[in-house]
Each structure stands twice: as C-alpha cells, then as structure tokens.
C-alpha cells in the first residue's frame, strides 16, 4: 500500500517512476486515470523510457535482504476460473478496486505489475533446505547463482534486486512443463487477477474472442524453496472509542486491562495469547485491552451458514464476524473499518481519531492453503505475505 506521502516521495525522485502509471491520477474517476496512464506509457514506449522485448521472455527474479533471500519466476499465467486455472485466491475482494485496475488495464491494454504467486514446487532455495527441486525451481537457482544478471539494484531498503532474463525457448517449455498441472494460491494481487478475469470476459463478450487477454503477468515462487513471511493486518475503527469497544467485547471475549503495558509489551502479550488460541489487541487513547478466549456459543451464532469449521476457526473470521458485526454492529467496509498493515501505525490512526485499533496476528501459511484449497477465502485485508515484488522492473503490454 502506497501512502499520500510516499506516493509524493515517489512522484518526486523521477518524472519515470512506475507510480505514474499504476496511480496516474489520484483524483481522476478510474476511467479517465487510465486515459492518462495509456498516454504516458505511450510516450515512453515511443521515447525509449521503456523498451520492449525482442522475443518471448521469462525472468528470474531475486530479493536479498536483511534475514531472507526470495526467488522466483516472472512471466504469463493462464486467466480462467480457479479451479481451471489451478490459481487460487484466498482473499475477497472490492468492487470498486476490481473495477479501477480492469479500467487501467483496459485503457493501457497491459499489465503494468504482477500479482504474486506461490506454489509447492520441492525447490531447496538458496540455504540448501527443502527436498528435490522440480525443474522451474532448479532453474531459478541455477540462473541466480551462475549467470550475470540484467538488472542489479538496490532500494532504499536495503534489499538488493536482481533480475534476468531467459530467452531459451527450451527453458521456456522445460518450465511450463513443469508448472502445469501444479496448484498456486495467490499471495498478493487479488483484486488484479479478479480484475484479469473482468477482462477477459468482457472482450470474449464484445466477440473478440481469444487474444493476449487470456493470459495476465506474474510472480511465482516456490514456497517450498522460498517459504513466504506472513505479516498481519490491523483494523482501525475511527468512531468506536476503546472503552466502549472493551465493554461490548466483554460480552463474548476475556478482557483483561493491560495497564501500564507499552506497545511491546503489549505485543508480546497478544502473541503469548495467540498460541494458545483467537485473541486480539484493544488500543486506543485509554491504554491496551488484550480479548482471549472468544464464548463458543456466541462465536457458533455468528458465523454465516455454511462456512466450513477451518474457515470459523481463522481469527480474521472471528474478528468480523464475532468482533465487528456481531458485538460492534459495524459491517465490514472500507470507510468504516481502516487497515494497516503496521501495529504502531494503527495505534497511531486510532489515537488521531479518538478510535480503537484492532491490532492481530498473522494466519498461518498452512491455514491460508488449506481455506484456498477447499475454495474459500478469507476475510478481505486478512494476510500479508512478503516480500512483495517491486513494481516496475517487468511490465507486459498487450501488443509488441
């Protein structure tokens, strides 16, 4: 996510950073955004900014940082339904941001960044752990180790990226071999790739029939060789006030007043409480209320009908169904109910606003696998899995 102010930082740094296309116009209605993004990508296709390739292509792509090492593939996946397509979402999604990304890429006719893949392909991964690697992984590792890359760069983060280039069309068919038939949940870009399959159907619609809509760019890693970090995401609630907020909670949560307790200590508390089982973090301007033990009865009530005992026993579930709409009487929408994907942050948004942050932990990676696999998806803004690939190294446009 991408805040006002370092959307100007990035606004500023260069008249060609990519924001300038994914975010052309922040107070443009979605179509005429796009208008904006296609003109400029064309003035820098036709001014060398960006230069296309000569041949198919796939990329390896590698993030180095503090503590971890991911590597992946970039290229083209097939859009259909999940089942067909063997690419699961785990998450909802917004009408209105589904809508605003299949504008864009309307207007641009490209993808202008890729959603984010993961999949258990047996790679080993860079520290030499894992079981046998299938041949996209060996690929991956192979080219990382052993061939000068196209791009080297370092951000501001410091996390340094690399990236290649592969042009082989037997590395191409030794991949796709390997990959098909494989199933992958999609970590981030859940709202693109719904917004991929808007338009696909709406150009097979217009009779147009099968084109370079049928396919859309991505990430894929191998989770097997790469396990993905997964982040939590916190919900701000600007108009409830934390003492209201613990007194409804107490009528289905263990409250307990963490006073005197700082953020990391209180942090510390939430992720005691949340191995033992659901809880969640009250924070506002009178101090933290750590919520254990949920009432079984209550949170049997809440939850919709039909949903599987998996997808109950997530905390983002409880968190909107038990929590918000039940206790809180808030349904869950994006003026009400704010995210952050930092706990400091959040407690920050609730104090400004006189509201209450909900700070949680992270879902478990086998919990997100095993909701998608059996074609459900969590709650929306529920998981942050990371690192995420940087916008701008590969675009792909639907014409050469």
């Not at 909802?92 to 990304?101: A, C, I």
Request: proline share 8%.
């Amino acid at each position: 996510m991408i805040g006002p102010g370092t959307l100007e930082e990035l606004l500023t740094a260069s008249p060609y950073n990519i924001v300038r296309l994914i975010l052309p116009a922040i107070s443009l209605d979605a179509h005429t955004a796009g208008v904006v993004a296609a003109s400029r990508l064309g003035s820098w296709l036709a001014s060398g900014v960006l230069e296309p390739d000569a041949s198919p292509a796939l990329y390896v792509y590698e993030q180095n940082g503090p503590g971890f090492v991911q590597r992946g593939l970039i290229g083209l996946v097939g859009v259909d339904d999940p089942a067909a397509a063997g690419i699961l979402p785990h998450e909802g999604v917004m009408p209105g941001p589904v809508t605003g990304r299949r504008e864009l890429m309307m207007a641009t006719r490209a993808n202008l960044e890729p959603i984010f893949l993961v999949y258990n392909g047996g790679g080993a991964g860079a520290g030499g752990h894992g079981g046998p690697a299938g041949p996209a992984s060996a690929l991956v590792d192979a080219v990382a180790d052993h061939r000068p890359p196209l791009v080297a760069t370092v951000t501001s983060d410091g996390v340094t990226h690399r990236l290649w280039r592969l042009a082989d069309p037997g590395e191409h068919a030794a991949v796709a071999a390997d990959l098909t038939g494989r199933t992958a949940v999609i970590a981030d870009g859940h709202h693109r790739y719904a917004a991929y399959r808007q338009l696909r159907d709406l150009m097979r619609d217009s009779g147009q029939g099968d084109g370079p809509w049928d396919y859309g760019l991505a990430f894929l890693v191998d989770a097997d060789a790469y396990p993905p970090r997964l982040g939590a995401i916190h919900r701000v609630i600007p108009r409830l006030d934390l003492a209201d907020a613990a007194r409804l909670a107490d009528e289905a949560f263990t409250v307990e007043d963490l006073a005197g307790e700082g953020l990391a200590g209180a942090l510390e508390r939430l992720a005691a409480a949340g191995r033992r089982g659901t809880a969640f973090l009250l924070a506002g301007q009178a101090g933290f209320r750590l919520l254990t033990s949920p009432d079984p009865e209550q949170l049997a009530a809440a939850m919709p009908p039909g949903a599987s005992p998996r997808w109950r026993a997530l905390d983002a579930s409880v968190m909107q169904e038990l929590l918000l709409a039940r206790l809180w009487s808030i349904k869950d929408n994006e003026r009400d109910v704010l995210i952050s994907h930092n706990a400091s942050e959040a407690v920050d948004m609730a104090l400004e606003a006189g509201g209450t942050a909900v700070i949680c932990n992270p879902v478990p990676f086998a919990a997100v696998k095993e909701v998608a696999a059996h074609g459900e998806c969590v709650p929306r803004k529920s998981t942050s899995f990371g690192p995420k690939p940087r916008t701008g190294l590969v675009l792909r446009t639907f014409e050469p």
